[in-house]
């Protein structure tokens, strides 16, 4: 194999006959990205990918000095603001990182969704996505007790709450999660292991799995643009697509720096168990639109404690939004599918309006 | 394995197929029975405590305030209403188990989580609350704030 390629160097040479590197080579040049006027949608879930890096490096960054336990836990991150050389910097950039992921995911989730991407035969690459997009919900709600500080504290006791209002198994998955019966020190080295290691296993099968789906079925090029024929435009993946990203993550990295550095992480105050929850308490944003419907159901609905109308509510909706390729099946058919798109409208509404309730209507009202 | 041979031949196959099946299944439960059992964590000692001696003097608790106190391992809250009566609830709210406070300009109990309102006899009077709050006994003896679980 190596005998016929002389241009690369006897090290390439000496790699390829090991590793089968002119295969590889190969494939970089055959892949070929559609172009068209939906063509930047694209970029978003490799900026989602490039800021989970983003977050693997600092994750195992703050791991040198933070201490799990409900006794440590805040006094690390103390010590790591006040006295580690960028300790404010790290922390930050992983906070923020995590922030611009999550919307990254979503931008990038309801794109594909209006885009009709999730049709046939790319189900699956759509189910590892929402399955990534829950892996990511995991990271982020796991992630905000680590501090162990006040909001962190009871965004958590209501949080593995909601997971107890589950019909039949949510007591038992409350207390699995919990490590007991209340969120105490117990809950914080669970969510520890739970955040550094089991949703970073899942993760990388779940985006190995995603990945590959993407190589082996190429970008979807939507139903619009497919009906709407004319000459199909590309451009190669290598280096054409990649060095676009490259530009994109560049952005990426310049906005977190200007976010970390101008608008640094708090930490706040140490949780007390034994403190009443202070007004104005809120979960992180992604969860807000969830947080405010709680908060705006009744005591009972038809005879239902009203939060467990909204748990399962929102549970129904998850399920439908993962099944939405088997459902749609007009747009299986190659047929226009208006209903999906205005669901898909519908759905970011709701989030939008509800988030934007979150944060601008008063805590008593 | 051939013709009048391949019953007798595939029910050797068949046989070896399900005794390697069950081999594999029970394998897989002796690995995964001790592990979802270690994740199960121990039922944690419950404060047997059915009373407790608040460290306040009555006259510490003004009218129209409240506090938070330690009963067994759960929280707790006193008020002196405003019309000078000591009360004591359970200060979990029966929503989804945040902290509750007193609000001295609303003159009641309130759950900032999410904005659940309780009268000063505990029940939910607005807001998602299923329940009211479980009320507790409050003895004044001598300068001592006695509370209990009522009976």
């Given at each position: 194999m190596g005998s016929r390629d002389t241009r690369h160097g006897r090290l390439w040479t000496w790699?390829?006959?090991r590793l089968g590197l002119a295969e590889l080579e190969k494939l970089a040049k055959k892949k070929e990205v559609p172009v068209h006027r939906h063509t930047v949608w694209y970029y978003l879930g490799g900026m989602t990918l490039f800021l989970f890096a983003v977050q693997v490096a600092t994750g195992i960054l703050l791991l040198f000095y933070y201490r799990p336990s409900a006794e440590e836990a805040y006094e690390s991150i103390q010590f790591l603001m006040a006295e580690v050389q960028f300790g404010w910097?790290?922390?930050s950039i992983h906070a923020w990182s995590a922030n611009l992921m999550i919307l990254t995911l979503f931008v990038h989730l309801f794109s594909v969704l209006l885009l009709k991407a999730y049709r046939p035969p790319r189900e699956i690459t759509w189910f590892s996505g929402v399955g990534l997009l829950g892996l990511a919900l995991g990271f982020g709600f796991t992630g905000y007790l680590l501090p162990w500080n006040t909001l962190a504290y009871f965004a958590t006791k209501v949080g593995t709450e909601i997971t107890g209002v589950v019909p039949v198994v949510g007591l038992f998955l409350a207390r699995i999660l919990r490590g007991g019966d209340e969120v105490t020190g117990a809950a914080l080295t669970r969510f520890y292991g739970i955040h550094v290691a089991v949703l970073p296993a899942l993760a990388g099968?779940?985006?190995?799995?995603?990945?590959?789906l993407v190589q082996k079925l190429g970008m979807s090029v939507p139903p619009g643009v497919e009906r709407a024929g004319g000459p199909r435009?590309?451009?190669?993946?290598?280096p054409s697509f990649l060095l676009r990203d490259l530009v994109g993550w560049l952005s990426a990295l310049a906005i977190l720096a200007?976010?970390?550095?101008?608008?640094p992480i708090e930490l706040g105050q140490k949780a007390d168990p034994f403190a009443s929850a202070p007004a104005g308490i809120r979960p992180e944003w992604y969860f807000m639109f969830m947080f405010q419907t709680l908060k705006y159901l009744p005591s009972y609905i038809l005879g239902i404690e009203g939060e467990v109308v909204g748990v399962v509510g929102f549970g129904l909706a998850?399920?439908?939004?993962?099944?939405?390729?088997l459902l749609d099946r007009r747009t299986a058919r190659g047929e226009p599918s208006r209903m999906f798109t205005w669901i898909g409208i519908a759905i970011i509404a709701y989030m939008v309006v509800l988030t934007y309730l979150g944060y601008t209507v008063s805590p008593t009202k | 394995m051939t013709g009048e041979a391949l019953d007798p031949g595939m029910g050797r196959r068949s046989f070896i197929n399900w005794f390697l099946g069950t081999s594999a299944g029970a394998f897989l439960v002796s690995v995964l029975y001790p592990a979802a059992r270690y994740l199960i964590p121990p039922p944690a000692g419950e404060s047997a405590a059915g009373t407790i001696t608040l460290p306040l003097k009555p006259e510490d608790v003004k009218s129209n305030t409240g506090q938070i106190f330690k009963f067994g391992n759960r929280p707790a809250i006193l008020i002196r209403t405003p019309a000078g009566e000591l009360r004591a609830f359970s200060a979990v709210c029966?929503?989804?188990?945040?902290?509750?406070?007193?609000?001295?300009d609303l003159s009641h109990i309130w759950c900032a989580c999410h904005n659940g309102h309780y009268d000063l006899n505990g029940k939910n009077i607005a807001g998602p609350p299923p329940r009211p709050l479980d009320p507790y006994v409050v003895n004044v003896r001598g300068s001592q704030i006695v509370v209990g679980k009522s009976a």
């Open positions: 790699l390829d006959e910097l790290i922390r099968v779940l985006i190995g799995l995603h990945l590959y435009r590309t451009m190669p993946f290598f200007a976010l970390a550095a101008y608008y998850g399920l439908f939004l993962l099944l939405i390729p | 029966t929503h989804l188990n945040c902290t509750v406070q007193y609000r001295a």
